[in-house]
Structure formats: C-alpha cells, structure tokens
C-alpha cells in the first residue's frame, strides 16, 4: 500500500489538469472496489435546509437600470463558472465512488433541487425573494447534462479554463428560451483556483516562472471577465476569493483521504510545514491578484455591469470536529475528505449571500457555521457594490 501512495504522488505531480482528474477517477473506483460497499455515517448526509426565513421582500418600483440599485427580488437569472465544487461533486455521496457524482441540484452557488427550507444554496435564496428566477442547475450530471443549465463548471478545471467557460455561459444565455437576455438581470458566480494552487508544486520553477503563479491565474480569470463584461448586459458578478487550501491538509484522517488526494492535491497532501507555508504564501497572492483586479474599477464602466469580489472563504478555516477538536469535522466534506458534502455547500452558500448583503471594505472574510440566512437592511435594500 505504502508503494502505491508513493506512485500515486508522483503521477500526479506530473499530470496535467485534465490528465489528473482521469487519474483522480481511476483511483476512486480502484479505491472503491475495494472498500465494502456500506454508507459511512459520517457522509451521505442530506441537504440542509432552513425553515425560518422571514425577510420582508421588498420590490423595486420598476425594473432598475443600475446594477447599484439591484434588489434581490429584482434578479431574474443565476449562473456560475468553476470547478467540482461549483459541480458539487459528492455532495450528497455516501461512498467513494459517487464523489464522481456531480449534484449539480445541491450546489452552494447555483443548484436549485427542492426549496430553501431542505436546501440551502445561493439559488434557493434568491427564489424566495423571486421565484421566477432561472438558470439554476438541478440533478446530477454533467456540464452537458439537462439539468446543468447555466452551470457551467467543470471538474479538474482551473484559471486557464475561465475563457472558455465565459464563451458556453454566453452562448447558452443568448440561446436560451427562457429568459430575456438583453433585460433580465443576472447574478453570475465565479470561483476557481483550487485546481491551480494544487498544481503549484508540480512544476519546479517559482513565482512569474511558474505557470500556476498569480500572475497568470489573474490573467486568465480577467479574460473570462472580460468577456462577460463585453457581452453581458445587467449583470452582477460575484468573483468569489480562494480559501486556505493548506487547510485541507488537516482533514486526511483515511487513508482513503490520503490516497485520493495524492491525485487531487499532492502539494497539500504530502507537504511539510515549509512546503506547506509556500503554498499559503502563493494562495494569498491569488487571492491579492484578485482583490487587484476587482479595485482596478474597469469593470465599473458601464451602470449595469459589475464585478464583486467576495472573500468570505478566505480565513475560513476548515471545520473541527467537535467532539475531538484535534481532528477536522468529516461530515462537511465528501467521502474524499478533499471536496464539499451537503453541510459545507449550505455554509457557502449562506457565507456568499452574506458577502452579497455586505458593503464593501466590511465583508466577512470567514463563514460562521450555523449562521442564519440573513435578510437585506431595509435601509440598505441593495446588493451591495463599491459604488453604493
């Protein structure tokens, strides 16, 4: 077992982004074949819900034409951009083998299964302020599945892929029969960089060498950006800010865990303290580059178009288990102790909408775990933007 681990780093530091997540799903099911085929009390929860949602929805008087001026009840579309956790993988698994589910329905930024009442996503929220709303994802699948709609993202995917991205996203709205492109407002949520700082280490060159350094993740995620800004009109996107990947590195309790995760994030995985350190080092650049960005102001030229940056996973740290707090809490993660489960896509999900209502300069840069969805101030009715 000991050789097979090490073989497994080394394929994986030198796979490419594609080629590791074909290794990352071989590995599952070799690793599922040989596990019994029993639910772990610890996964396969379900979605979480919440049951006292009490804001009073308050209503624009018509259809605002600024994006300062945006009310929830005034979004008509959701979409997102990522990876597999935008995908949701293992969400709901019980086993290893269906982290290689995509429950697109259950994700924290755009899936759309039942009501906010069994399912906390940003989607569901934002139906109770409107329940006309579209492009929610719903189901399991993949990207060209029925059900992924204006879910555009992708496992294994990273920065360089964001344009591409932007390209189905716009394509997919402009075709669509059900909403109005030119007049509906649209709240778009991108998050990827976890495949890119889990890669950082495979390549020996540092900094601007590196073809994961900051600089470039920046560069790819302004080009997605920038195609977004040019051809969509009334929208608000969230760019949402890397979380402490280093943190992960607490919650390899399996060897399971360990195992899978030489495919996904050897950096993290087998790193020392120093090792470990570096990637903070560059996550927090990643996360500078985009706070960069979003202040630069040029994707504020026009009124009805907006980037916000929402950091709320940047210190959040991974959460301890309670009843040994030496050890990370296994039931907010998949079976691969590596990607979400249905507690941690509730938090993201409460922790965006929360950064959503939030003023800028004065947003919360960790969830709080158990938090309930908040409602707008009613003297600040807005979702909020550098401008208001």
Same mark, same amino acid.
């Given at each position: ?5 090490v073989v497994a780093a ?36 379900? !979605? ?5 949602f009490g804001c009073q ?12 001026? %945006? ?9 997102? %951009? ?9 969400? %709901? ?103 890119? %700082? ?120 991974? !959460? ?14 998949? !079976? ?53």
């Amino acid at each position: 077992m000991k050789i097979f681990l090490v073989v497994a780093a080394v394929l994986a530091t030198a796979a490419g982004s594609d080629e590791k997540w074909k290794q990352y799903r071989e590995a599952v099911m070799h690793v599922a074949a040989s596990q019994p085929d029993t639910a772990d009390s610890r996964w396969g929860l379900s !979605p979480v819900g919440f049951n006292d949602f009490g804001c009073q929805v308050q209503y624009s008087d018509s259809v605002p034409t600024s994006v300062h001026q %945006l009310r929830p009840s005034d979004i008509g579309v959701v979409a997102a %951009l990522g990876d597999s956790l935008t995908a949701a993988n293992g969400a %709901l698994a019980s086993n290893v083998l269906a982290v290689l589910t995509e429950y697109r329905g259950a994700s924290w930024s755009i899936g759309g299964d039942g009501s906010l009442e069994n399912t906390i996503t940003l989607a569901n929220i934002i139906k109770k302020f409107n329940p006309n709303v579209k492009g929610f994802s719903t189901g399991t699948g993949n990207v060209n599945s029925w059900g992924a709609n204006f879910n555009v993202a992708v496992p294994g995917e990273e920065a360089i892929h964001m344009p591409r991205q932007a390209d189905d996203l716009i394509s997919r709205m402009r075709n669509s029969g059900d909403i109005d492109f030119q007049n509906d407002w649209k709240v778009i949520t991108l998050f990827i960089g976890g495949n890119d %700082l889990c890669g950082y280490c495979s390549d020996s060159r540092t900094d601007e060498g590196n073809p994961k350094s900051a600089t470039n993740y920046r560069a790819y995620i302004e080009q997605a950006l920038d195609k977004l800004h040019a051809q969509v009109p009334r929208a608000f996107v969230n760019l949402v800010s890397m979380l402490d990947i280093a943190e992960l590195n607490k919650g390899q309790l399996t060897f399971s865990c360990r195992l899978l995760s030489a495919f996904l994030c050897d950096c993290v995985t087998y790193a020392n303290d120093n090792e470990l350190n570096i990637i903070r080092r560059v996550n927090g650049e990643y996360q500078d580059a985009l706070r960069d960005l979003v202040g630069s102001g040029k994707y504020d030229t026009r009124d009805d178009f907006t980037v916000v940056l929402q950091p709320f996973l940047e210190n959040t740290p991974i !959460p301890m288990n309670p009843n040994n707090p030496s050890e990370a809490d296994l039931t907010y993660f998949a !079976p691969d102790c590596f990607h979400f489960g249905a507690k941690a896509h509730a938090e993201a999900a409460e922790g965006l909408w929360m950064n959503m209502l939030e003023g800028w300069g004065s947003k919360s840069t960790s969830w709080v775990l158990g938090r309930d969805v908040q409602c707008p101030l009613s003297n600040s009715p807005f979702l909020r933007t550098m401008r208001n």
